[in-house]
């Protein structure tokens, strides 16, 4: 119980950190994201549900599948290269990977919907030296299990294969309480 209390506060902060706290607007954001209105239905993929396992290959060649990656803090970014607010989030991405990809705990994936895959999304991926993982998923696959409703969309997963965090929009991942956060989570070790 004690476990879940903190994989729950850990959570809260990461939805914080992410800027999802109540946000009550009409319309759509200024990122185009649609915002849900209170006592609107929750997404079908929300914070507590499991992760959907997936099988896709790197832009290096290998297969990265989802279920390889348990016992790991996961960071999930489906995006496509013609986004611009896709790309406006990506730099800090790649601080936030700088910042974790020496910790064995955790993995950065983003997953590419370019539906021309390589050949849209290498030149993109070389051009701006992004180090972080990229998959490549031409078909839509994680974007239909993860009733993505536009790019970018984000998702925490925690070690247990649980979605811990879900954020719609392009956000600032190079922050210091995101950084705080996704650390306390590494470090919850849940049995």
Known sequence: MENRDRLLNVAAAIIVAAGLVMIIMTGRHSSGVQISEPGES??????????????????????????????????????????????????????????????PNFVMLAVSQDTQGRKSVAPYIEKNGYGFTVLLDPENQVGESYDVSGVPETFIIDQQGKIAAHHMGPYDWSRADVKQALQELIDSKKG
């Open 42 to 103: 929750e997404p079908a993929v929300s914070a507590g549900s499991v992760a959907a396992d997936f099988k896709l290959e790197a832009l290096d060649g290998h297969t990265v599948s989802l279920q390889s990656l348990r016992g790991k803090v996961v960071f999930l970014n489906v995006w496509a290269s013609w986004c611009g607010p896709c790309r406006e989030e990506m730099p800090s991405m790649q601080t936030l990977y700088e910042t974790f990809k020496n910790n």
